[in-house]
């Protein structure tokens, strides 16, 4: 099992929850304070540096118009990170591809990184939460098309090698496609993709050994994409893909009142509010998903699991904390009720958790955590053919 760590890099500095009507997309920027951010973005970029010289691997993430989280452009912090770390995997995760408009100018950046990295980039693209249809002002009904057209359209760029190619695309026109530099890795870096519950995209990530990832879901729904995922894998004759990856929030203290009181500040993340018009722009599910939510067949990131206690989102693997031990047997127990975890990425830094107890949380995990579940096995294809059966 590979371990990660992240942050979304917070703005916590805020009025107090119930004078906001929202987090995101339209809370006034007079909120933010440039000096204080300035210190807040070279604090949490020496926290990645601190993870990789802990032995821990780095994921970023990017998102706009919010101020949960202030990493609005990730190619530039992997960037700075590819020349200041030098152990660690560094995953972008991941270029909201669907509402960019050029994904060759992607292509680029992805393969600069790899090279100033020295072949550490995994390449990860998402579509993007239903708030940012708003900030990028795309159309919610094409993100899904757009996505894959871009990633497949990536992929392509990367390994032509021979001159230009021309493409044609639903939404991409280009006559000479060419780019330079082109990736250390070969054929190019792992491609990873966030989850959700559309049974297509899954399978689309399975046929193409693409790296599935999701976040704080309950550990059935985790359960559910994981088997979905493997299933196709043996439908596409694919029995050993890009491997199964899932984000809870992790603390690990040295006894439980510290780890409890770690744990309730990294549930600010949970707490971060945004106006109902913004949760699910029309077009950007399908009619029968919102029919399965509305009968509750899909519980999820709800504002309801977001609202139970501590012990309730520990119990479902959404939290995970406590001593390096009680750490150690939630980490295991995810693995077995999820049939198989082969990255576990952890957000480990939220909202007004300090840098001294960031840095505590991450070095125990390293030294008295990661060293009894690096050797978990990954998820095997004889699980998978069970699953499918």
Same mark, same amino acid.
């Given at each position: 099992?590979?371990?990660?760590?992240?942050?979304?890099?917070?703005?916590?500095?805020?009025?107090?929850?119930?004078?906001?009507?929202?987090?995101?997309?339209?809370?006034?920027?007079?909120?933010? #304070?440039?000096? &204080?951010?300035? #210190?807040?973005?070279?604090? /949490?970029?020496?926290?990645?540096?601190?993870?990789? %010289?802990?032995?821990?691997?780095?994921?970023?993430?990017?998102?706009?118009?919010?101020?949960?989280?202030?990493?609005?452009?990730?190619?530039?912090?992997?960037?700075?990170?590819?020349?200041?770390?030098?152990?660690?995997?560094?995953?972008?995760?991941?270029?909201?591809?669907?509402?960019?408009?050029?994904?060759?100018?992607?292509? $680029?950046?992805?393969?600069?990184?790899?090279?100033?990295?020295?072949?550490? +980039?995994?390449?990860?693209?998402?579509?993007?939460?239903?708030?940012?249809?708003?900030?990028?002002?795309?159309?919610?009904?094409?993100?899904?098309?757009? +996505?894959? $057209?871009?990633?497949?359209?990536?992929? *392509?760029?990367?390994?032509?090698? #021979?001159?230009?190619?021309?493409? $044609?695309?639903?939404?991409?026109?280009?006559?000479?496609?060419?780019?330079?530099?082109?990736? +250390?890795?070969?054929?190019?870096?792992?491609?990873?993709?966030?989850?959700?519950? %559309?049974?297509?995209?899954?399978?689309?990530?399975?046929?193409?050994?693409?790296?599935?990832?999701?976040?704080?879901?309950?550990?059935?729904? &985790?359960?559910?994409?994981?088997?979905? /995922?493997?299933?196709?894998?043996?439908?596409?004759?694919?029995?050993?893909?890009?491997?199964?990856? /899932?984000?809870?929030?992790?603390?690990?203290?040295?006894?439980?009142?510290?780890?409890?009181?770690?744990?309730?500040?990294?549930?600010?993340?949970?707490?971060? *509010?945004?106006?109902?018009?913004?949760?699910?722009?029309?077009?950007?599910?399908?009619? %029968?998903?919102? &029919?399965?939510?509305?009968?509750?067949?899909?519980?999820?990131?709800?504002?309801?699991?977001?609202?139970?206690?501590? $012990?309730?989102?520990?119990?479902?693997?959404?939290?995970?904390?406590?001593?390096?031990?009680?750490?150690?047997?939630?980490?295991?127990?995810?693995?077995?009720?999820?049939?198989?975890?082969?990255?576990?990425?952890?957000?480990?830094?939220?909202?007004?958790? =300090?840098?001294?107890?960031?840095?505590?949380?991450?070095? +125990?995990?390293?030294?008295?955590?990661?060293?009894?579940?690096? =050797?978990?096995?990954?998820?095997?294809?004889?699980?998978?053919?069970?699953?499918?059966?």
């Amino acid at each position: 099992m590979q371990a990660w760590f992240f942050t979304e890099m917070p703005y916590p500095h805020l009025p107090p929850m119930e004078e906001m009507s929202t987090m995101r997309v339209s809370l006034p920027s007079k909120h933010f #304070d440039p000096k &204080v951010g300035a #210190d807040l973005y070279n604090r /949490y970029l020496d926290e990645y540096m601190i993870a990789d %010289d802990l032995g821990l691997n780095m994921v970023l993430n990017e998102h706009h118009q919010t101020a949960t989280c202030m990493d609005t452009c990730v190619p530039l912090t992997a960037a700075i990170l590819a020349r200041q770390t030098s152990k660690g995997r560094i995953c972008i995760l991941g270029n909201p591809i669907a509402n960019r408009g050029d994904p060759i100018r992607i292509a $680029e950046e992805m393969a600069m990184i790899d090279c100033i990295s020295r072949g550490r +980039l995994d390449a990860g693209f998402v579509r993007g939460v239903p708030y940012e249809v708003f900030a990028a002002n795309s159309n919610p009904t094409q993100t899904v098309e757009r +996505l894959w $057209e871009g990633i497949d359209l990536c992929i *392509k760029a990367w390994t032509t090698t #021979d001159g230009p190619f021309n493409f $044609e695309g639903q939404f991409t026109h280009r006559r000479a496609i060419n780019i330079w530099p082109r990736p +250390l890795q070969s054929p190019h870096p792992q491609v990873w993709i966030t989850g959700s519950s %559309d049974l297509e995209n899954i399978k689309r990530a399975a046929s193409r050994g693409i790296t599935f990832a999701t976040f704080l879901q309950p550990h059935t729904k &985790v359960k559910w994409m994981f088997d979905a /995922y493997r299933s196709a894998h043996v439908d596409t004759g694919m029995p050993d893909g890009g491997g199964t990856s /899932y984000m809870p929030l992790v603390f690990v203290g040295d006894n439980m009142e510290e780890a409890e009181k770690g744990a309730k500040a990294l549930t600010w993340y949970l707490d971060a *509010k945004t106006e109902p018009q913004y949760r699910n722009p029309p077009g950007y599910v399908p009619v %029968d998903f919102n &029919v399965a939510a509305l009968k509750g067949t899909f519980t999820g990131r709800t504002e309801a699991m977001r609202k139970q206690s501590i $012990e309730y989102l520990k119990d479902q693997g959404v939290l995970i904390y406590g001593t390096p031990d009680d750490v150690v047997k939630q980490i295991k127990r995810l693995h077995d009720l999820t049939g198989g975890l082969d990255n576990l990425l952890m957000m480990m830094q939220a909202g007004f958790l =300090d840098h001294a107890s960031t840095v505590k949380n991450m070095t +125990l995990f390293a030294k008295e955590v990661y060293p009894q579940i690096r =050797d978990l096995p990954r998820s095997q294809p004889l699980n998978v053919k069970a699953a499918a059966e």
